[in-house]
């Protein structure tokens, strides 16, 4: 078990080596008694050290060592400032403070969260897994709320192990459940079984061979790598070997299997753990804003000099890859939105953000939006309110964020990348690849990027030696701006190309290679400006959503206030005719034209055009819309004189120019209670606002209703602990007393009767009602009138008081008065012990008697025998 483990302090130095695991549990309301079950099977001599965090009143003293130290015979002690850790010990933190540890030793600091938004086993979770790495087991039991989740998360990134209980077994299933939701936790079984097998696995661990030392050991782990491949259709020989090895060995350990061998055997009958072991690779571990600088730093630089740089708008793209979850992707559009809206006056900007990732099921939960409540200490109070929705027991991304992102499956090794980016942010990859991946990827990130694109690494991630493809924006952070390099510009290795390898390139190979490689985008442009038709893109309403082409022939602004509505804009002949065509391509699939119209355009020339429509399907993005055309055409001679020569053309003109003066003033009318509608729309919309921030208050009550309840029930689970304690403790006592059979009485100050024992009602007619009454008011049979003076005497003086009573039938008894001492040596009344003495007394008699003949014998002069 003794596995070492070298950590170096924040100013470089090395400090001792820890050479103990440790295991932290975390439990809130409902969970003495599982902490109890576990330490209570905990071996004497594990060689670990145990750690237990419990949401505590921060009022009171906790009385939690007392009652763990009754479970086990390992040392159970509280938690004090710079407190040494040492294996075979079990420490309890204290009530209201906040636990970390640095270089082997404990640290207590005030807690920074009000009372109700502490989480302190988060925090001693991930400081556990920062400072013992592999060496670090975290355990949540019952409790309410998500507290401990990303304390597990941070554990399970480490290496570590994490263990909850049964949520079924668990009075309080709300944290174990959240653990659990979040697929980070390695086992769930009962408290009393996971001492030993968290034991056991840990030898395991510690004494494991290398799996892939040994002569056989490269072969079977590429035997591994290969029933990865098949079965998932995913490649990890581009992973960092020790990656892959630790990963392997976290299983290997949990199934309790000491060679590889074993486990590739195990791995071909078991085809779900070779799933277990694919998401155990992905290391799928974010949060959202890692590195507030580097945020900081994109919200107040970066972002701002890339919105500069188009003054009239622009939609942005982004793409971030190995997403996990999506955390990354919602900061990067929260900040984005952050920075938008502070531009004034408000320009038209717009980002979508691709993200992609290896694991369908982290896709799947990142398409969801749903996050626990333990994001609350990532993400500010000020953007939860403003992006966040707020459940029971989740925050949700609002619409305005979640439609910012895109979510796909993705292998970035093998599939096409997005290109014309101008946000790339790769975080949580590179750290996992071996150096030959990572030099292919890079030069991929500089093609996909558009020229001064920003690129965003993790902290341990750079550039390497494609320092010319991209420059730092600054040295604290690694955020990175594309460089246009025609020399090293190139496609991505793992795209086709026709050069043969027998055979080297031509010159003339050479310099359509060197090209820049943006000729096929400017010939497109060209071929769009001089043969593409005017065309709108529309919604279903007819609001214009994007024009191409020169479409002033056809549509011009409509007077008075902004309005890009297309029937607002159509010129004078394609108004009532466009109306029906877009109503006829919704209600029909394919293409609707309508031909050999007549416009007049601002100068009263008239023009011939052709119109079509459609309904779009496909891609997704557009569907729904409707896409229109606008040809121009010869106009006839008639046409172009502008009237028709038949009396009855002219009629039927009339009347169909009257005909649409009634559709118009219908359709004003249409429009003018569709204004109606949407301002008690807004209205509607204004008090479900306020219904929404009520709602938020009363959410935010009950949370701190619910932590005060948490440290209620855990006090009274101690207070109970300690009821049983004092009912052991009087019973005894009362066994005690009448075994003695001694007649006894306890009074208050005041003589008032608080206890008596059984042979004591021999004496006074006592009964159990008559607790609480004054002693004066019971009959007796003691010939002692002056009980009560001596009683009060002996309180004053606290002078013991000792007499020989007799009773009215003839029994003698022995009466002592002794003061009654607290245990905090307060006098609060008397003892009041009757011995029974009437067989000395009679004795004490008989001899007096016999002492009194002998003396009258002798005065008569008897003899005396």
């Known amino acids: 078990m003794m596995t070492h483990s070298k950590h170096s302090t924040a100013s470089g130095t090395e400090a001792a080596p820890i050479i103990f695991p440790v295991v932290a549990i975390g439990a809130s309301a409902g969970g003495l008694d599982p902490i109890v079950a576990f330490l209570s099977n905990v071996p004497q001599e594990s060689g670990i050290a145990y750690v237990v965090i419990q949401h505590l009143d921060p009022t009171q003293k906790a009385m939690l060592p007392e009652l763990l130290q009754r479970a086990t015979s390992i040392p159970v002690m509280e938690i004090t400032h710079h407190m040494e850790m040492r294996p075979n010990h079990i420490y309890v933190i204290p009530s209201n403070a906040d636990l970390t540890l640095f270089n082997g030793c404990f640290v207590l600091s005030e807690p920074v969260q009000l009372r109700g938004h502490r989480l302190p086993i988060n925090i001693f979770f991930e400081s556990l897994a920062a400072e013992l790495g592999e060496l670090a087991v975290g355990v949540i039991f019952s409790g309410m709320g998500s507290d401990g989740t990303r304390g597990l998360q941070a554990i399970k990134q480490a290496g570590g192990l994490t263990l909850t209980q049964h949520p079924d077994m668990a009075k309080f299933d709300m944290m174990p459940q959240s653990a659990i939701s979040a697929a980070l936790v390695d086992l769930i079984d009962f408290p009393d079984k996971m001492p030993e097998k968290i034991v056991a696995y840990l030898l395991r661990s510690s004494f494991l061979r290398s799996p892939g030392s040994g002569p056989n050991g490269r072969n079977t782990l590429q035997e591994v790598v290969a029933l990865l491949s098949e079965h998932t259709g995913n490649s990890f020989t581009d992973y960092k070997i020790n990656t892959v090895l630790r990963r392997i ?301 020169r479409t002033g022939a056809f549509l011009e602004p409509a007077a008075g206030k902004a309005n890009w509505n297309i029937h607002a804009m159509a010129r004078e002949g394609l108004r009532y005719e466009l109306a029906g065509l877009i109503k006829q391509a919704l209600q029909s699939d394919g293409v609707v034209r309508l031909k050999g119209l007549v416009v007049k355009d601002h100068l009263g020339q008239s023009l011939g055009v052709d119109l079509s429509a459609e309904a779009l399907s496909q891609p997704d993005p557009l569907r729904g819309m409707v896409f229109v055309t606008f040809s121009s055409t010869p106009l006839v001679a008639e046409a172009r004189r502008g009237r028709s020569p038949n009396p009855k053309v002219l009629e039927l003109e009339q009347q169909l120019a009257q005909a649409r003066n009634e559709i118009q003033a219908v359709r004003d009318e249409m429009q003018t209670s569709r204004e109606e509608l949407k301002s008690a729309n807004e209205e509607l919309q204004s008090t479900n606002e306020e219904l929404q921030s009520t709602n938020e208050e009363l959410t935010t009550s009950k949370e701190e209703m619910q932590s005060l309840n948490e440290e209620l029930y855990t006090v009274n689970a101690e207070l109970q602990s300690k009821v049983d304690d004092l009912s052991l403790v009087n019973s005894d006592m009362k066994n005690l007393l009448n075994s003695t059979d001694i007649a006894t009485i306890f009074l208050d100050s005041a003589l008032r009767i608080r206890r008596f024992t059984a042979p004591a009602t021999q004496i006074y007619k006592l009964i159990q009602t008559d607790l609480r009454r004054p002693l004066s008011d019971i009959v007796n049979d003691l010939d002692y009138p002056g009980l009560e003076t001596d009683a009060l005497e002996v309180i004053r003086s606290l002078v013991f008081c000792e007499r020989q009573v007799p009773t009215k039938t003839g029994r003698w008894y022995n009466v002592r008065i002794m003061p009654y001492r607290t245990i905090e040596n307060v006098i609060d009344g008397v003892v009041v012990t009757f011995i029974n003495i009437t067989e000395s007394k009679l004795l004490e008699a008989q001899l007096r008697q016999m002492q009194s003949d002998v003396v009258t014998a002798r005065d008569a002069g008897e003899s005396v025998p």
Request: glycine letters at 4%; hydrophobic letters at 40%.
């Open 249 to 549: 060995e976290r299983r290997m350990s949990l199934h309790q299997m000491g060679v590889m061998e074993e486990y590739v055997v195990y791995l071909r009958s078991n085809p779900a753990e070779i799933d277990l072991l694919f998401k155990e690779l992905l290391i799928g571990v974010t949060s959202f804003f890692r590195d507030q600088k580097v945020w900081e730093y994109l919200k107040t630089v970066a972002l701002p000099q890339l919105l500069e740089a188009h003054p009239d708008g622009r939609a942005f793209k982004a793409w971030v890859p190995a997403c996990s979850t999506g955390e990354e992707a919602y900061s990067l559009a929260m900040v984005f939105h952050e920075v938008v809206a502070s531009i004034n006056p408000p320009s038209k900007y717009s980002l979508q953000i691709f993200a992609t990732d290896l694991s369908g099921d982290a896709i799947d939960r990142a398409r969801q939006g749903r996050f626990s409540q333990n994001i609350s200490s990532d993400v500010s109070a000020e953007r939860l309110e403003r992006f966040f929705l707020k459940d029971k027991s989740a925050y949700h991304v609002k619409k305005e964020i979640r439609n910012t992102t895109i979510f796909a499956q993705q292998n970035i090794i093998s599939d096409p990348p997005f290109t014309k980016l101008d946000i790339l942010c790769c975080r949580n990859l590179l750290i996992y690849l071996n150096a030959k991946l990572q030099q292919r990827l890079i030069p991929l990130f500089h093609y996909a990027l558009n020229r001064d694109g920003i690129l965003l690494l993790g902290s341990a991630d750079t550039p390497g030696h494609f320092s010319d493809l991209f420059a730092p924006l600054t040295t604290s952070t690694r955020l990175y701006r594309r460089l246009d390099n025609l020399a090293r510009q190139r496609l991505p290795t793992y795209f086709p190309t026709k050069v043969s390898l027998a055979s080297p390139p031509t010159p003339s190979d050479t310099r359509e290679a060197s090209m820049p490689g943006k000729i096929q985008s400017h010939v497109e442009q060209l071929l769009l400006q001089k043969y593409s038709p005017a065309a709108a893109l529309l919604n279903q309403d007819g609001d214009i959503l994007y024009i191409n082409g």
